[in-house]
């Protein structure tokens, strides 16, 4: 897990290592939630969930990228496990291929479940 920052941002000097690269994984972070890579069928998908996070989803291995909804399953954006059951997910909350950066956006990073009542077909 990434270290968190150690000093208040307005201390003059040299910043720590390990703020440097907090901020150099956060700055990829950004960059990468601006400009997604379009999802070409292939791979795992990054899922809008609520306002601002994402989950990372595995789409069923028959499945279609030109298929509205995406049948996929939520899954552990560290360890690859199924979080859920198949869901059907609207084109619309489809962010992008699946990106290592995303999962500072995700529950599983932020130690919080998924919500019980996760619809993805709205």
């Known amino acids: 897990m990434t270290a968190r920052y150690r000093r208040c941002g307005h201390d003059t000097g040299p910043l720590h290592p390990g703020d440097q690269q907090a901020i150099a994984e956060f700055t990829v972070m950004l960059a990468a939630r601006k400009k997604p890579a379009p999802w070409t069928g292939q791979g795992d998908i990054a899922v809008r969930i609520g306002e601002y996070g994402l989950a990372r989803g595995r789409p069923r291995p028959d499945q279609q ?28 909350r489809i962010h992008g291929a699946w990106a290592m950066p995303y999962r500072l956006l995700t529950h599983a990073f932020a130690g919080r479940d998924l919500p019980a009542d996760i619809d993805l077909s709205t």
């Open 65 to 92: 990228p030109d298929t509205n909804p995406v049948a996929l399953a939520l899954i552990h954006p560290d360890t690859g496990t199924a979080l859920t059951a198949t869901l059907h997910c609207a084109q619309f």
